[in-house]
Every structure is written in C-alpha cells, then in structure tokens.
C-alpha cells in the first residue's frame, strides 16, 4: 500500500496516474466486451444485407455507448477506436462515424418513424370530429386497420 | 360478495428519450415481465433494441398514414392494446420519452382500462422536456417554464407571458387543422410567428432544439432569429424555444401586502414570547 500526505505533489501525480490507468482500462474493457458481444451474437437485423455484416451487432454497440458515461459523447476518433478489429461493412462504419441517423436507419431496413403521439385539440367534440368527419367512418377505420396489420 | 377481477393490466412505461441511456430499471422490468409489449417509439433503431427486450413487440407505427386523421391512429392504438388487456393478457405499452407528455393514447388506455375494471397505471421516463433544460442550461424554476403544443396558439387564444420561457411543441406541423398531416410548412409557421410577434420582438433570438435518439448523436441546437423561423428547417421532432424577452415586473402591490403580513406575523410572534 502506498501513503501520501494529501495535497502533495506526489499524491497529485498519483491520483492523476491512478486515473489514467483506470480511464485506459475502461476503454479497453468496454472495446473487448464490446467485440466479445458482437463476435458472439449474429447481427441478422437487415436480411437484405450481406454477410459481411453478420458478426457486428450494431443494437448492441448502440445499447453499450449509450449505457456508459465514457462514451456517451465520445468524438468519432474514439468510435473508430471502438470499432477497430470489428468486422463491419464500410457503410454501416461510415453511418455510425458520421452519426448519420437517416442512413443507419437505412442500412437497418427502417423506414423513419412518424413521432407525433399528441392532437393539437384537447377537448373531445373535436377530437372526434374534426369538421371532416363522414358517415360510415367506423368502416374506413375496420379497413384502414386490416390493411395496415397486414 | 365480491366481484371477480378481471385478470388483464396495462401499464404504460418511457423509454425515455436516447437509446441505452434513459430507459430506467422498473420501466425494463415491466417490458421483461408483460405477456404483450406495444412499442410507441420515434425511431425504428429504438424499436429494434426494445424488440430484444421481449419476444412478443408489436409496433404501432403501422397505425400512422398521412392523410389519415391522427385521432383515428390514436384511437386504434388504444383499441389494440385494449384487446389484449381485455383477453386478460398483461400488457405494456412502451412510449419514447416520458409516456403521460404530450401522449393521448397513454393516457386514453389507462382511462378506458380502469374504466372496465382492470388495474392499469404509468411509469414515468426521462422526456425531450427533460432532455431539453440539461441540454440547454435552462432551469425553468428561474424565469418558469410556459409548453403549448404550437397549433393551440393558432386554434386558440392563448395568453403568453413574454418573462418567461415558452416551449413550443410540433411546431413542424403548426396550423394542421387535419390532424392528417406530418409536416405544413413556411406559411403555416409565418402566422405563428405573427401571433408570437404580438409579444416578441421579430429581432429576438430562439432555439430550435432536437434531443438525440441514438446515443452517437447530440442534440440539435440551432439559434435563429423569430423572423427566420418560416424558413428554417423544422421537422415533427423539433421543438422549439423561446427565452425570455422582458424581465419579470415587480409587484408592488402584493410586496406591501407582504410586508404588513409579515410585521403582523412577527409581532405575534414577540406577542407570545
């Protein structure tokens, strides 16, 4: 065990050192946990993309950055870094570098996502009826459902 | 005698707002616990780590259509989820951000399934509200905080308290009188600018803001001018900010009022001593 008279030079030094190690180390873990996770689980998201993809799990490299305070706003130097060794395709490493949401979403085989889940108008006679409102619209709306769950 | 309960629920969680960093442990627990997960999100990448989660996921984006009114999408979005409650199923419904923030269909399910007898409740998440005063550095308990969703202040007449923040919401769609369409456009967004105009000047300076989805992104913080906001680039996942414009006027009035209430409380106080 090492004791340092606290405020030292030394101490600071220390703990500076002790804080580098711990940094390096943790990037270290995070790319070989990472790499493990993704050498281990088949990617399979986009059938429509080949073979080269498969052994990137690009939800799981997502979910990992997102979990950890390192990484989080990590500057694109340090995704390459992460990304180093890992068989992946050149667009989907181009995508995830230049934080291209539209292309990974792409790459992914989504179609961007309608976000609006609130009506402008809160009370419920124009809720039900916006002045457009027909006859028979309960069919339409068997209809609409039908089609879409198809 | 009592009535026999029937063996459905619902809960409705957030996923909160940016992949791997918001979603909380109960909120997960819930996802991993239910028969049924409904997935309400914003982006098909989020949904695709939520489908990890649960092996029966089911999406309610295949609701949405332009042109389709929003309040029949809602609608059937609760209908969908009803019916698996009602099939005595356990249900969750699983909505980006905090799951009660400007979501009707949330708060729609909870209402109709209590309203038949089955347990039903909501887990809060982190939301782009949230996203919004970290990313931003606003406190909303300095100046307050006023939200509107930005058709309101079209549709109705809203008092704005230019002293304060004003947080407007689905402004890339402001003045949708359809409630069919995803985006309206520069003309739309000039006549809210002449409403905000009333009590802003066209000089002052707001934020269009986006909060980030996936975790290899930052948010979208774009400083314009009020009168550049018709052509600026606004999307359906765009908010919009407005910082103060005027400082807060004291009330004097109250602050006399104040002071005589506060001798009297310390007279009495020396009264009793």
Not at chain 1, 88 to 95: D, K, N, T, V, Y
């Amino acid at each position: 065990m090492l004791c340092l008279r606290l405020g030292s030079e030394e101490a600071k030094v220390s703990v500076r050192e002790l804080h580098d190690v711990s940094v390096r180390q943790r990037k270290l873990t995070f790319c070989k946990t990472f790499r493990i996770a993704a050498l281990s689980m088949r990617f399979g998201l986009n059938k429509r993309h080949k073979g080269d993809y498969q052994v990137f799990d690009v939800i799981d490299f997502l979910e990992s950055v997102g979990q950890d305070a390192e990484w989080r706003h990590a500057d694109s130097e340090a995704l390459a870094v992460a990304l180093t060794g890992v068989q992946i395709g050149p667009e989907l490493r181009m995508a995830i570098l230049a934080r291209d949401e539209r292309e990974l979403q792409a790459l992914l085989g989504q179609d961007p996502f309608c976000c609006l889940i609130n009506p402008a108008k809160p009370d419920e006679d124009q809720e039900e009826c916006d002045g457009s409102c027909k006859e028979g619209e309960d069919e339409d709306e068997n209809k609409d459902k039908s089609t879409d769950d198809d | 005698m009592n009535a026999i309960r029937p063996s459905g629920s619902l809960v409705c969680v957030g996923l909160g707002m940016t992949l791997g960093s918001h979603l909380g442990p109960l909120a997960r627990s819930h996802i991993e616990q239910s028969d049924v997960v409904f997935a309400g999100l914003s982006d098909g990448i989020v949904e695709l780590w939520l489908s990890r989660m649960h092996p029966d996921v089911r999406s309610l984006q295949p609701y949405y259509r332009e042109g389709k009114s929003r309040m029949q999408t809602y609608r059937q979005m609760v209908e969908a989820i009803l019916t698996e409650v009602r099939a005595g199923k356990k249900v969750c419904g699983v909505f980006y951000g905090h799951p009660g923030v400007f979501a009707w269909a949330p708060h729609k399910s909870i209402e109709v399934a209590r309203s038949e007898g089955y347990p039903a409740h909501m887990e809060p998440g982190i939301s782009a509200e949230d996203c919004l005063y970290a990313d931003l550095g606003i406190d909303p308990g300095r100046f307050g905080c006023q939200h509107y969703e930005a058709s309101q202040l079209l549709f109705y007449q809203r008092r704005i308290d230019p002293t304060a923040y004003l947080v407007l919401w689905q402004v890339g769609l402001v003045g949708d009188q359809s409630l069919a369409r995803f985006s309206t456009g520069a003309a739309y967004r000039q006549l809210l600018v002449d409403v905000l105009a009333r009590d802003y000047p066209l000089e002052h300076e707001v934020i269009i803001y986006r909060t980030a989805t996936l975790p290899i992104q930052q948010a979208r913080i774009e400083r314009v001018k009020l009168c550049a906001l018709p052509q600026a680039d606004i999307g359906m996942a765009d908010t919009v900010v407005i910082p103060p414009a005027r400082a807060m006027q004291v009330d004097h009035e109250m602050r006399a009022k104040l002071d005589v209430l506060d001798r009297a409380m310390s007279d009495a106080v020396c009264d009793v001593g």
